[in-house]
Nanobody, 119 residues
Framework: QVQVTESGGDMVQPGGSLNLSCVASGSFSSVRGMAWYRQAPGKQRERVADITDGGSVNYADSVKGRFTISRDNAKNTVYLQMNSLKPEDTAVYYC?????????????WGLGTQVTVSS
């Protein structure tokens, strides 16, 4: 059984910080790319940041300079450090992980964690 589980969502004031975590667990041989997405009410899901198994990163323009994605390969975990949070960052944040099982790689999604930025 393979699972991807996010944690760390909370309510914070504008200008605050949060650190999200996402762990992949179960039976797989390796973790390839990992990424964070978010979906605000009434909006489409959008990619926030992604990181390859080699450590290369990409960010959405809206979060560059404020968010940092990182990973711990030994723990099959990806993090999203979010600083200088704005009300428009309010969304459910989802993680996905590309996991190799046998000969193939599959993308698994977590159920999401709520981030609310409000005064």
């Amino acid at each position: 059984q393979v699972q991807v589980t996010e944690s760390g969502g909370d309510m914070v004031q504008p200008g605050g910080s949060l650190n999200l975590s996402c762990v992949a667990s179960g039976s797989f041989s390796s973790v390839r790319g990992m990424a964070w997405y978010r979906q605000a009410p009434g909006k489409q899901r959008e990619r926030v940041a992604d990181i390859t198994d080699g450590g290369s990163v990409n960010y959405a323009d809206s979060v560059k300079g404020r968010f940092t994605i990182s990973r711990d390969n030994a723990k099959n975990t990806v993090y999203l450090q979010m600083n200088s949070l704005k009300p428009e960052d309010t969304a459910v944040y989802y993680c996905n992980s590309d996991l190799t099982i046998g000969l193939y790689t599959y993308r698994y999604w977590g159920l999401g964690t709520q981030v609310t930025v409000s005064s």
